[in-house]
């Protein structure tokens, strides 16, 4: 796991971060963890490795690693919820999500600062093969 930044580091109208995905079966171990400083989700790409019966989840968050015995970095991150307190997800187990570009609403990530890609199946956490990356698209919601 590390933590990767954005081809751009100052708000701009679009960036571009690529983050591995985890391998374990835990689904979030080793999956690295995006800081999109003053941008904002807007689409994601899988690469081919990535698991084929998969769907994804997030956790994020605005500090990485404050809280007191933290060994791993990630303990302030926390799994994002919309508005009704569903899991904000995104592709499926019916058709891959691989070579896809999915499109999400910038606005429900608005002053995430961190985020991470949490692997799922339906009903448990799944790992992706060795080499599974996602593309991050990023946008700054207030520009037109």
Do not use: E, H
């Not at 079966?25 to 989700?41: E, R």
């Not at 990530?109 to 990356?133: D, E, K, L, W």
């Amino acid at each position: 796991m590390a933590l990767v930044y954005p081809d751009k580091r100052s708000a701009s109208n679009r960036s571009i971060g690529t983050v591995n995905l985890s391998t374990n079966a835990d689904g979030i171990t080793g999956a690295d963890v995006l800081d999109m400083g003053g941008l904002s989700l807007a689409a994601i790409s899988l690469s081919t490795l990535c698991g084929s019966s998969c769907f994804y989840t997030f956790r994020g968050g605005n500090v990485v690693g404050t809280s007191a015995g933290s060994t791993d970095g990630l303990s302030d991150l926390q799994y994002i919820l919309n508005s009704t307190g569903s899991l904000v997800s995104f592709g499926t187990t019916l058709t891959s999500s691989q070579n896809k570009l999915i499109t999400f609403d910038p606005q429900q990530f608005a002053g995430v600062r961190f985020i991470q890609i949490v692997s799922n199946t339906t009903s448990a956490v799944n790992a992706n093969s060795p080499g599974a990356v996602a593309r991050l698209i990023l946008a700054n919601i207030g520009a037109r």
